[in-house]
C-alpha cells in the first residue's frame, strides 16, 4: 500500500484527554506544534489511527483534523522555528 504524509491538528478541552491524545501521537508521528503532528502511513494506519484517536476524544466538545500532505501541492513551507525534517524523521505506523 501507498504511503502518504497526514498533518493531525487537535484541539482537546480536557487536560486529561489532550494528555492521553498527545501521547498517542508522539508514538505515531513527529510533533510539529502544541497539537500539530505529521504522521507517515498507509490507507489501513490512518484508518487504525483514526479508530483509536476516536476513542480518546470526546466529539461533542473536541475537534481533530488529519488531512493529507499531497506531494502533488509542492513543498511543505514552514515560518519561524522549525523541528525534524518530515520526510527524514516521521515515523511509521
Not at 494528555?19 to 489501513?44: C, E, I, P
Not at 501541492?73 to 514552514?78: R, S, T
Amino acid at each position: 500500500m501507498a504511503q502518504r504524509l497526514w498533518i493531525v491538528s487537535y484541539d482537546v478541552s480536557c487536560p486529561k484527554r489532550w494528555r492521553r491524545v498527545f501521547a498517542l501521537m508522539k508514538r505515531k508521528g513527529v510533533h510539529r506544534q502544541l497539537s500539530v503532528f505529521l504522521v507517515r502511513t498507509d490507507a489501513a494506519g490512518q484508518r487504525r489511527l483514526l479508530a483509536d484517536l476516536s476513542c480518546l476524544i470526546d466529539p461533542t466538545k473536541d475537534s481533530l483534523l488529519m488531512a493529507p500532505i499531497d506531494a502533488a501541492g509542492g513543498a511543505i513551507a514552514e515560518l519561524g522555528l522549525q523541528g525534524p525534517t518530515p520526510g527524514a524523521q516521521v515515523l511509521l505506523i
